[in-house]
Structures are given as structure tokens and as C-alpha cells.
């Protein structure tokens, strides 16, 4: 009797005790969904680890056609910070295809119009909308690497057979026969077969012990694939629909794949205990897991058809919560084919989506701008904001502006660059390059027009030879179907380029010893300058200050140093 009653309360502690566990992790993640829920339209908290960026760009990597922002403008416009500050996925799978995303331009009026009908049903839909969350949150991440990276190496695991663990697995039976007719030799036999089969069984497990955790990942994509096909979501029919479609193209994988996955080495439970002998004393799940990479293989299209839809609606989540965080400081983009004779881009109350308090510009033009002003005014931010605003509009079909209109444009930049130590370049062979690549695409006669970015050209030479060759490869970029935004600090183009380009600038005032800037566009070439000013403001030697002041005039008025 005391031992029926202890053993009855030992069930019942193990009963609380597993009831808790479970209630304890059903609360965690209604507190966790319920904070996902109210955080959206906020700016995230998320922080990235020094490598994170490279795993989240895998799908980008294996996703590479003509048209992407390439690594270059990326760089100059930091978009690895745009991508941070508007990033709100909860998985691995939306994590990578919103980085692909504004990494591949449309230029598709039909797939823009999709794109923001998605985008416009969950910001209006609610309860749709956390459903959706709700799936994506359960999905979640990889510990560390992308699962593209996981499917490259399966093709390392090489052709992998069942025979030889069956033949070990018939020996251990055949010695297990054996004991019925001599007890002492089927002993032996079993023994040996059995010990055999675990020295063997931990040498094999440890090739395939990285590939488990991806196996385990898509079986979670599979399941969220399912969950979210269930769901009525009538702007993403079609898209549903084919994930339904996938998912039973992967049932085998799913059924092989259970018993690998579902082995927990080490938890102390009786029963686990035994199945893991049995798994490691007869291969059982090496057995399973190669039934399931066969399966797999067969259908690698299907998962990463999977990733990309399930990616793109998560994306489209993410991209109507970020314009809830711009508090409707955005527009929808006014996009067409590039029909007109002359390529032309109007922006109104444009602004840097990276600044806490930004100065709005308006524009409006149908030739390239030249853009002077001295030091610190804001050129380089407002060649990014007008930059970035293209990106955006022709990615995420967002502006950080009221209105927006230009058509499909290829997008390039030459602003931030540096000397390549590595490749042995100076910083001009760098720079020549780098706009090189831009001259390439403007000549181009079978793509569509490009507007592109260029922040001081040529500083890496000589003043004369720069204005010359500047003022050469401007004119180029003037023509054709290129609308070219360049900063300069040499006057001299503002004439020499005046019958193709537009001066603009942003300028200064100096009141008491002090310098502000006010960031508002000017019609016009600059007309102050700020450099030696700046040298007194920081308490710089007066006599080099007035020396200075007085070269730069004489050579204004003379055009000569007179040196």
C-alpha cells in the first residue's frame, strides 16, 4: 500500500511538474506574441552581431540577376542601416527576402500594383495580419548560419546508401538467431555486431549532426507553409495556393524525416533512453536521415519556393509596418515606363529616412543636377535622401516624401569610396572604376534609364586635370537616357556644364563667430564658401587664416595663384 501511494504521488509530481512546464511556455509565448503584436509600426530594438548581415544576404546571393543595386551603391547609401532600422521579421525567412527585396528593383508596373495591394491588406486587416505574425513568429530563425548555407553542404554529404546499415542491422539479427541454437556463440556474435554498430553509428552521426538542425528548420517551414495555406487571405490566393501545392510535394521528406529529428540525446527520460539505444545500435535515424536527403534532393525547388513566398509575405508585413513607424511621413511612389522624351523626376518634401529631425527638400527636373555648397551644408545627404527615395520607391513601393514621380530607373552611385589596399589601387583608381561602371550602364541601349550619383568627381587628381575630365565624363552622363545627380566643389563646372546640367545648392550663414546651416535647396551655383572660415572657428593661427583669405581672393579676381 505505501508503495502503490508513493508511487502514485511520484506520477503526480511528474504530472504538476510537466503541466507547469507547459503552461509556463504557453504564457512565454502569449507574452512574447502579444509584444510582437503591440510593437508593431514601431522602430525595432533589434541588434546584429558582426556576421548576421552576411548570413541574412544568402538568399540575395542565390538569388542574383541583372537590375540589383550592386555592392558599391549599396555601401555609398548605407542601406545595411535602412535595412536594420525597417527590419520587424520574426524569421530566418524574412529576414533574407526582405533584404533581397531592396536589393532587386522592380520594374513592373503590374507586380508594383500587386505588391501594394498585400502591403495595404495588412496594415488595414488586423486580426489577418497577426495571424500571420503569430505563424512567422512560430517559425523563427537558424541559430546562427542561413538554411541556404545548410543546403549547399548537402551536396558534400555525397550519395548516401542504406545497404551497408542494413547488412549490420541482418548480422545483429542473424546473431540474435544464432542464440536459439548455441546460446554462447549467438552471444558472441550479437556482441561484436552490436558493439560494431555503436563505434560505427557515433562516427556516422557526427558527419550528419549540422544538417539535423536545417532538416528540423524545414520541417518548421513545412509546417508554417501548411498553417499559413489554411488561412483565407484573398490578396494572396495564388500564392497560398502554391505553397499548398509544395508542401505536399514534400511528404516523403516529412515522414522520413520524423524519427531524425525527433531524437533528444541526453534527456534523462527512461523511454527516450531505450529508443536511443536502439536508434545507435541499428542505424535507425542514419537510416531516416538518408531516405530523407533523398527525398530532400528531389526537391530543393519546392523549399525555395517556399522561402520566397513565405519571405514575401512576411516582407509585406514589414514593409506596412515600417510606413506605420514614418507616422504617414511617406508616399506611395507615382512609377511608369519610361515612355517620355525626356526623363524626368519630381520629389516633394524629400528627407533622409535616417535622420531624427530632417529638413524636407522639393525637386523637380528633367536634366542632371549639379549640386555645390561648401563643406558640411548637406550635399552628400541629399544626393543619399534623393538616392534612397528611388531605392525604396522602386523596391518597397515607399518614398520617405509626399510625392514622388520618375520612371523605372537603374540605380548607381560613386560617393563613399576608399583606397583598395588589398587589390593595390590608389583611391583615383578606385574612383575611375567606380565610374566606369557607371558610364557602361548609361550607354547602354537595351536597358532602361538610369539615374545615378556621383559625390565629388574625380578628387583623387590634380585640379586641372580634373575639371577636365570631369567635365567630359559629365557631359556623357547628360546625354542618352541618364539623369545624373553630382556634388562638386569646383565653380568651374557650374559654367562649363551649364547647358546641360542644373545648378543647385545649399549654403551658409555665419553669424558671431558661428556657422549654421539651415539644409534648404537653392536655386543656383554656390556663391559662399566656408573652408577657411572654419579654419578660424577652430582658433587656427590668424596669420594663416588672413593668408589664405587673401590668396583665394586674388585668385578669384585674376585667375592666377600669382605666386
Not at 536508434?279 to 531516405?291: H, S
Request: glycine fraction near 6%; aromatic fraction near 10%.
Amino acid at each position: 500500500m505505501d508503495a502503490l501511494f508513493l508511487a502514485g504521488v511520484i506520477v503526480l509530481l511528474v504530472v504538476l511538474f510537466m503541466g507547469k512546464e507547459y503552461i509556463d511556455s504557453r504564457t512565454f509565448q502569449k507574452r512574447m506574441l502579444e509584444k510582437l503584436y503591440q510593437s508593431y509600426g514601431r522602430e525595432p530594438d533589434r541588434t546584429y552581431g558582426a556576421e548576421e548581415l552576411d548570413h541574412i544576404s544568402m538568399y540575395y546571393s542565390k538569388h542574383r540577376c541583372q537590375g540589383q543595386i550592386d555592392d558599391i551603391t549599396w555601401n555609398d547609401l548605407h542601406l545595411n542601416e535602412i535595412y536594420e532600422r525597417m527590419n520587424t521579421s520574426s524569421s530566418a525567412a524574412g529576414d533574407e527576402y526582405l533584404y533581397y527585396r531592396l536589393r532587386t528593383p522592380v520594374d513592373d508596373i503590374e507586380q508594383m500594383a500587386d505588391m501594394e495591394r498585400r502591403i495595404v491588406f495588412f496594415m488595414e486587416h488586423e486580426p489577418e495580419r497577426r495571424k500571420v505574425q503569430g505563424i512567422f513568429y512560430r517559425l523563427g530563425r537558424m541559430r546562427r548560419y542561413s538554411i541556404y548555407e545548410y543546403l549547399d553542404n548537402l551536396e558534400s554529404l555525397g550519395e548516401r546508401k542504406n545497404g551497408v546499415y542494413l547488412l549490420y542491422d541482418l548480422a545483429a539479427l542473424a546473431g540474435f538467431g544464432m542464440m536459439f541454437y548455441s546460446l554462447p556463440a549467438g552471444m558472441v556474435v550479437l556482441l561484436i555486431v552490436l558493439c560494431h554498430n555503436l563505434i560505427s553509428y557515433f562516427k556516422e552521426y557526427k558527419e550528419i549532426e549540422p544538417y539535423i538542425s536545417s532538416f528540423r528548420y524545414i520541417r518548421r517551414l513545412i509546417a508554417c507553409a501548411e498553417e499559413m495555406g489554411r488561412e483565407q487571405l484573398q490578396p494572396l490566393s495564388g500564392k497560398l495556393n502554391r505553397l499548398r501545392e509544395c508542401c505536399q510535394q514534400l511528404k516523403g521528406f516529412l515522414r522520413n524525416s520524423y524519427l531524425v529529428i525527433s531524437a533528444e540525446k541526453g534527456n534523462g527520460n527512461p523511454l527516450e533512453v531505450v529508443l536511443d539505444y536502439l536508434r545507435m545500435l541499428f542505424y535507425l535515424d542514419l537510416i531516416q536521415f538518408n531516405r530523407a536527403l533523398a527525398a530532400l534532393r528531389g526537391h530543393m525547388d519546392e523549399v525555395d519556393e517556399m522561402i520566397t513566398i513565405l519571405g514575401e509575405i512576411e516582407t509585406d508585413v514589414v514593409v506596412g509596418a515600417y510606413r506605420t513607424s514614418l507616422s504617414g511621413a511617406y508616399c506611395v511612389p507615382k512609377l511608369h515606363y519610361d515612355e517620355r522624351k525626356d526623363i524626368f523626376l519630381r520629389v516633394e518634401n524629400l528627407y533622409h529616412p535616417l535622420l531624427a529631425d530632417p529638413v524636407k527638400n522639393s525637386l523637380s527636373v528633367t536634366r542632371g543636377v549639379l549640386l555645390t555648397g561648401s563643406n558640411a551644408s548637406g550635399k552628400s545627404t541629399f544626393l543619399r535622401a534623393v538616392a534612397v527615395a528611388g531605392v525604396l520607391s522602386q523596391t518597397i513601393h515607399t518614398c520617405p516624401a509626399s510625392d514622388y514621380e520618375a520612371p523605372f530607373f537603374r540605380i548607381y552611385s560613386s560617393m563613399s569610396l576608399q583606397d583598395d589596399l588589398t587589390g593595390g589601387d590608389s583611391y583615383y583608381m578606385v574612383e575611375i572604376k567606380s565610374i566606369k561602371r557607371i558610364l557602361e550602364q548609361a550607354m547602354r541601349k537595351d536597358a532602361g534609364p538610369v539615374l545615378c550619383f556621383v559625390d565629388e568627381v574625380l578628387r583623387g587628381t590634380n585640379t586641372v586635370e580634373r575639371i577636365a575630365a570631369s567635365t567630359q565624363i559629365m557631359k556623357v552622363l547628360a546625354g542618352g537616357r541618364t539623369l545624373c545627380f553630382a556634388a562638386t566643389h569646383d565653380v568651374e563646372l557650374t559654367r562649363l556644364l551649364a547647358a546641360v546640367y542644373d545648378n543647385y545648392h545649399f549654403e551658409e550663414t555665419i553669424e558671431e563667430e558661428d556657422i549654421f546651416f539651415p539644409y534648404l535647396l537653392c536655386k543656383g551655383p554656390a556663391s559662399s564658401r566656408n573652408a577657411i572660415a572654419l579654419l578660424k572657428m577652430l582658433g587656427y593661427d590668424r596669420k594663416i587664416v588672413e593668408e589664405a583669405e587673401a590668396m583665394a581672393e586674388r585668385f578669384l579676381k585674376s585667375g592666377s595663384w600669382g605666386l
